[in-house]
């Protein structure tokens, strides 16, 4: 397992995130959004060549049809983050708690994925199961790692995909400009 890019948060308390969605973005936003960290998205997709949107779905861990016609960058506050994992908070390096030593290294009976820490709010552990239930139930489903990172499904590419967070429901938010997949990646 490998360790998780933390969460770097700018002096005013807020993070730049990216989500690409076929939604408009408006603030406050209308439910939990998914979101990567600027600029780990952007640095990957700028060496894509061919069909960006396609490599950015594969990317992303999202299914093969799954609409993504808008890049978003949003400016939120810290507090508003939580990572989709057994341990919800944005600057872990371990998606079940913190490392010992510097690793990820828990006992296989773990599960990392599914063993959540033992001061975990009971809402984040509902948050789990409900979220899990839901894209689970979804045509095709979504192949969410809750790990803190997305699984990237190209053929032969490092299935560690980009960082994952989410945006909590509710939350007031700073909206860029919407761009497209190519705009977004261009080099």
């Not at 890049?71 to 079940?96: E, H, M, N, Q, S």
């Not at 509902?126 to 095709?140: D, E, H, K, L």
Request: with cysteine.
């Amino acid at each position: 397992m490998r360790l998780l890019k933390p969460l770097t948060v700018d002096p005013d308390g807020t993070v730049e995130v990216v989500t690409a969605t076929k939604y408009e973005v408006t603030s406050p936003l209308y439910g939990d959004t998914w979101v990567t960290i600027v600029p780990e998205m952007q640095t990957i997709c700028r060496r894509f060549t061919g069909d960006v949107t396609m490599q950015l779905r594969e990317l992303l861990g999202l299914p093969p049809d799954h609409e993504i016609p808008n890049i978003y960058t949003l400016r939120v506050k810290a507090a508003d983050l939580f990572r989709p994992t057994p341990d919800p908070t944005p600057w872990t390096l371990c998606p079940c708690g913190n490392p010992s030593q510097g690793t990820c290294n828990f006992p296989a009976a773990l599960q990392c994925g599914n063993s959540f820490p033992r001061d975990v709010p009971a809402s984040h552990m509902q948050w789990i199961a409900n979220t899990t239930f839901s894209v689970r139930q979804m045509p095709g489903g979504f192949p969410w790692t809750h790990l803190g990172y997305t699984y990237n499904w190209k053929l032969g590419a490092d299935p560690y995909g980009a960082s994952e967070y989410i945006v909590r429901k509710g939350a007031q938010v700073t909206v860029g400009p919407r761009v497209s997949p190519e705009e977004y990646c261009k080099p």
